[in-house]
C-alpha cells in the first residue's frame, strides 16, 4: 500500500517519524488530517479524444434508451398479448412480456448508465471536502424566535383568556377522534361463534370433495384417503347457490380428511367411538397457521402439513408428534345413515384451526 | 499485465460464471433425465394359463426373495403382494422401482434400471393378478389424455394431489427422507395405476373415491402442465415454490446489484 515508508509513493505518511527503530514510540496523540489525495485527472480532462469517445458513448446509451422507449410502443401494439413462444435458455413463455420487460429495460438501464457514465467521464471530477457546521443558533437568534412565540401568544390574548386556550385545546383534541373511530371502526365486527362454529350438524352427509357425492363406508378402502365437505357446501349444486365467499368460508373450515384405520392399530378409545369401524374423519385445518393438513402417508399414518411440517398422528388421536402444531386435530364424530351413507353426528367438540385470542 | 487476469478479477466475471454454472447445470439435468417407457398394457385378466406360469417363473427368480414363494410376504423383507392386483405389479416394475435396488426409505423411480421387457412385466403381472383379486391395468380409455377435462382435473389435484406432489406436480419432500416424485413426464398408464393402487406412502384413491372418469381428468390436468399449460412465465425454475424463485433471485439479483454498486463507486480512469 502507498502508506509504507518505503514505497516512493509514500506522499500521505505523517512527518514526524524520526527513524525506523522507534517508529512505533512516536505515535502523536492527534493525527494531522493527511488532507485529500493529489487529484488525478482522468484521460478525458486531459485528451479531447478520449472526451470525445466518452460523449459519444453517453449520448449512445440514451439513444439506445430512445430506441428501447420506441420499441416498448410497439411491441406494446404489435404483439398479440396471448402469443407464446420457445426462448433459448428460458422455455416456452409469453412473448408479449418478454418483449414489454426487455424494451422497457433497455429504456431505463440506458438512461441510468448513460447517466452514471456522464458523470463518471465528463462532470466535474475534483474531490471536495464539505466543511460540518454546528447546528445550534446562537444566543441571540434563539431569543428573538423565543420573543416572537412569546408575542403571538400574547397578541392573541391566550394569557388572559384561558377559556379560549381550554376550549380551542379541546377542539383539536376531538377533532382526532372520527379518524381513530374509522380505524378502530374497521377492525369489527366482532366474530361471535364463527370461527367456533362450523357447517357441520348431527346429519349431515359427508360428500367426496370437489365431486359432491356421498360416502358408503365400504368405499373406504383400508390405505385409501377421502377428502370430505359437508353436505351442501360441495359440488355443482352448491356452486349455484353459494357465493364464492360462501364456498371459501366453507372450503376454510369445514374441510375433512376421511381415512380407514385398522381398528388394532387405533390407540385411543375415543377416536374409535368417534369413528366407524376403524373409519376416522379429522378436520383438515391446521392447528399451526391454518394450511390444509393433507399429505397422509399410508404406511405410517402420519397427517403432515406442507406450510410447517406440523406431523399428527392418525393412530392416536392426531396428537402431534413434530413441529410448530399445538393442538392435536379436532375430530368428527361419524356415524351410517338409514341409506348406508357416512353422516357426521354434530359439529366439532372444539374450534377447528389455529388457535386465537379469545380461545387462550 | 496480460489481459486475462484482469478480466477474471471483474464484477462482471462473478455474473459470467453464476450464469455458467446454472445453465450447465440445467442442460445437463435435462440431458441426463430418464425418459418413461410408453405403454397402454393389456389387461391381466385375459391372461392365459402359459402366461401365468411364465410369471410364476419370473417371480421365482426375480421377486421371491422379498415377497416370498407364494407371494405372501417375508416378514419385514417385502410385504404380501395376494390381492395387490396387476396394476400395481405394471406400476412397480415398469418404472424401474421393483425389484428393489438396495434398501432405503424409498424405491426410487429409474426407468434405467427396467431389466424386463413389456411381455415379461405383463407375465409378471398376470401372475398376481392370478393369486387374488386386485386392481387390474387400466382400460386404454381412461389413459387417453385428450378425453379427459384438464379443468376437472386440476380441481381433483389440487384437492387430492397438490400438498404432496406440489401444485404445479413437481413433487414435494414427505416425513424422514421420503418424497413424494416428480410427476412430469410419467406415462398415463402409471399416474392411472398410483391413484389405483396408492405405491409406498400414497394413499389409494379408489373408484369410488375418484371415478375412471376423473382419473383421467386427472392425467390430462398433469399432461396440460407438462406440456406447458396456461404457463406464460418461461424457465418454471423447478416449480418449487416460494424457496426456489427467491434462491434464484436473491443468488442474481445480489450479484447485479453488488455489481452496479461496484461500477458506481469506483472512478473513472
Known amino acids: 500500500m502507498s502508506n509504507l515508508p518505503d514505497t516512493p509513493h509514500g506522499t500521505a505518511v505523517p512527518a514526524t517519524t524520526e527513524g525506523h527503530s522507534d517508529r512505533s514510540l512516536a505515535v502523536p496523540d492527534r493525527f494531522e488530517n493527511p488532507g485529500m489525495p493529489p487529484h488525478a485527472p482522468r484521460r478525458a480532462d486531459v485528451d479531447p479524444r478520449a472526451a470525445k469517445r466518452a460523449e459519444r458513448q453517453v449520448a449512445s446509451l440514451f439513444l439506445l434508451s430512445i430506441l428501447g422507449t420506441l420499441g416498448f410502443l410497439v411491441a406494446y401494439f404489435a404483439i398479440d398479448p396471448e402469443a407464446r413462444g420457445h426462448v433459448p435458455g428460458i422455455g416456452l413463455m409469453s412473448l408479449y412480456h418478454l418483449a414489454l420487460g ?26 471536495i471536502a464539505e466543511e460540518r457546521h454546528p447546528q445550534r443558533s446562537d444566543e441571540e437568534t434563539r431569543d428573538a424566535a423565543a420573543q416572537i412565540l412569546s408575542d403571538g401568544y400574547r397578541g392573541a390574548q391566550l394569557h388572559r ?108 378409545q375415543k377416536e374409535l367411538d368417534w369413528g366407524y369401524e376403524g373409519i376416522v374423519a379429522y378436520s383438515k385445518v391446521c392447528t399451526h397457521v391454518g394450511c390444509p393438513v393433507a399429505l397422509y402417508e399410508q404406511q405410517t399414518h402420519h397427517l403432515l402439513c406442507p406450510c410447517h411440517q406440523s406431523t399428527f398422528d392418525m393412530t392416536d388421536d392426531c396428537k402431534v408428534i413434530f413441529g410448530p402444531a399445538k393442538r392435536p386435530l379436532p375430530q368428527l364424530r361419524i356415524s351410517v345413515d338409514e341409506e348406508g351413507y357416512l353422516q357426521a353426528e354434530g359439529d366439532f367438540e372444539e374450534p377447528v384451526g389455529p388457535s386465537y385470542w379469545e380461545r387462550g | 499485465m496480460t489481459k486475462l487476469p484482469a478480466l477474471r478479477r471483474s464484477p462482471i466475471a462473478l455474473v459470467v460464471l453464476l450464469l455458467l454454472g446454472l445453465t450447465m447445470t440445467g442442460t445437463a439435468y435435462a440431458a441426463f433425465k430418464p ?59 415398469s418404472t424401474g422401482r421393483m425389484p428393489l435396488a438396495e434398501p432405503g426409505v424409498q424405491a426410487p ?36 389424455a385428450s378425453q379427459g377435462d384438464p379443468a376437472n382435473g386440476g380441481k ?76 406464460y412465465g418461461g424457465h418454471s425454475l423447478g416449480s418449487l415454490g416460494p424457496a426456489g424463485d427467491a434462491l434464484f433471485v436473491w443468488t442474481f439479483g445480489i450479484a447485479l446489484i453488488i455489481g452496479a454498486a461496484v461500477w458506481l463507486g469506483r472512478k473513472a480512469s
Open chain 2, 109 to 144: 423411480r429409474n426407468a434405467r434400471a427396467v431389466n424386463f421387457s413389456e411381455e415379461e412385466i405383463y407375465q409378471m403381472a398376470a401372475f398376481v393378478h392370478s393369486l387374488g383379486p386386485g386392481p387390474d391395468v387400466p382400460e386404454p380409455e381412461y389413459l387417453d
Open chain 1, 161 to 268: 383568556r384561558p377559556l379560549l386556550l381550554f376550549t380551542a385545546g379541546g377542539a383539536l383534541a376531538l377533532f382526532a377522534l372520527p379518524l381513530a373511530v374509522q380505524v378502530v371502526g374497521g377492525l369489527g365486527p366482532l366474530p361471535g361463534d364463527r370461527l367456533a362454529r362450523t357447517h357441520w350438524r348431527q346429519g349431515t352427509r359427508l360428500m367426496v370433495d370437489p365431486a359432491g357425492t356421498p360416502i358408503r363406508p365400504e368405499h373406504v378402502t383400508q390405505g385409501s384417503v377421502f377428502h370430505v365437505m359437508p353436505e351442501g357446501f360441495v359440488g355443482e349444486e352448491a356452486e349455484h347457490e353459494l357465493d364464492a365467499d360462501e364456498l371459501l368460508v366453507a372450503k376454510g373450515k369445514d374441510s375433512v380428511i376421511l381415512v380407514r384405520l385398522n381398528p388394532e392399530d387405533i390407540r385411543s
Open chain 1, 102 to 127: 426487455l424494451t422497457l429495460a433497455i429504456s431505463l438501464l440506458g438512461i441510468g448508465f448513460g447517466a452514471v457514465h456522464w458523470a463518471k467521464t465528463l462532470m466535474p471530477g475534483e474531490e
Open chain 2, 35 to 93: 425418459a418413461a417407457p410408453v405403454n397402454p398394457m393389456e389387461q391381466a385378466a385375459n391372461a392365459s394359463e402359459e402366461d401365468i406360469e411364465t410369471g410364476r417363473k419370473l417371480f421365482l427368480a426375480n421377486c421371491a426373495s422379498c415377497h416370498g414363494t407364494n407371494a405372501q410376504g417375508n416378514g419385514t423383507a417385502g410385504p404380501s403382494l395376494v390381492g395387490v392386483g396387476a396394476a400395481a405389479v405394471d406400476f412397480q416394475v
Open chain 2, 156 to 231: 381433483l389435484f389440487r384437492t387430492n394431489c397438490a400438498m404432496c406432489h406440489n401444485s404445479s406436480g413437481s413433487g414435494g419432500a414427505l416425513t424422514r427422507g421420503k418424497y413424494a416424485p416428480d410427476l412430469m413426464n410419467v406415462t398415463p398408464a402409471h399416474i392411472y395405476e398410483a391413484m389405483q393402487t396408492g405405491p409406498q406412502s400414497m394413499p389409494v384413491f379408489n373408484d369410488d373415491n375418484i371415478t375412471p372418469e376423473e382419473k383421467r381428468d386427472v392425467i390430462a390436468f398433469i399432461k396440460d402442465i407438462e406440456e406447458g399449460g396456461s404457463s
